[in-house]
């Protein structure tokens, strides 16, 4: 059920500026992954997103589109998530390219489907952390951000960064131990099993990017690997 997003543990992202064929496409979609989220950092247009959106929609899994900049919306997802930056130090990527959606948008807006991910940019080498001009965070502050989300933001989701590398088990668990409430969202680095069930330990949710346009058999055993964890 689409409703169950709470419960989803697993998520592939598909990245619309890569290219993936059908045969690749089938296999994660049948894969029993809880869902398949189509984002990107650069590069992202309405042509590509429409495309992968069309191609998944082949297959009865929950299909997300994680929001990565205006032009690319367009209507057909069961959800979108909206990503907003903490520990970005230029505040579009906070709340200004999401006022401007809400004035292009708004009218049409069903807000039952947008769900907003306050997102911790942790690796410093990635395109995303970059790109959104992000800042060096510790560990305490990290924390703290969990604290933030959880208790006065109250975000459906907090979005653990590490796009491109694996990162701290120890530190995921830290801000798991924080979050009642907020679902806890990993991503970054993960190309094993082991890996995958390890961070699903603490994280409700893993998120597989990369290592699809890699190594496709090692991605979908990630599935399998996150959801026997129990968390
Ligand atoms: C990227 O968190 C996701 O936004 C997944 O990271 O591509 O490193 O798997 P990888």
Redo the contacts with the bound molecule.
């Keep these: 059920m689409i409703e169950d997003y709470q419960n989803w543990r697993h998520i592939f ?1 598909l990245d619309p500026n890569k290219t993936i064929d059908d045969e690749a496409l089938e296999s994660l979609c049948e894969s029993d992954t809880d869902a398949v989220m189509i ?1 990107g950092t650069d590069g992202v247009t309405l042509d590509d997103v429409l495309n992968l959106l069309a191609r998944v929609r082949r297959y009865s899994v929950p299909c997300v589109l994680e929001v990565s900049n205006l032009p690319s919306i367009t209507p057909g997802f069961d959800f979108y998530f909206i990503p907003t930056v903490l520990n970005t130090q230029d505040k579009k990527w906070m709340i200004d390219l999401h006022i401007d959606a809400v004035k292009e948008y708004g009218d049409l807006i069903e807000w039952e489907e947008l769900m907003m991910e306050g997102y911790v940019m942790l690796n410093p080498d990635s395109k ?1 952390f970059q790109y959104t001009n992000s800042k060096e965070v510790t560990t305490e502050d990290v924390v703290a951000y969990a604290q933030l989300i959880e208790h006065l933001m109250h975000l459906p989701f907090m979005y653990l ?4 590398t694996y990162g701290d088990p120890e530190l995921v668990k830290q801000v798991s131990d924080e979050l009642n409430n907020t679902t806890l969202i990993y ?4 190309r094993s099993k082991e890996q995958a069930s390890e961070m699903a330990a603490y994280a409700d949710v893993v ?5 699809i346009y890699e190594d496709l058999k090692a991605a979908l055993r990630t599935v399998h690997a996150v959801k026997k964890v129990e968390k």
């Excluded at 960064?161 to 491109?164: I, L």
């Excluded at 998120?207 to 290592?211: E, K, L, P, S």
């Design positions: 992202k984002g995303a960064e590490y796009s491109g991503g970054g680095g993960i998120v597989v990017g990369d290592v």
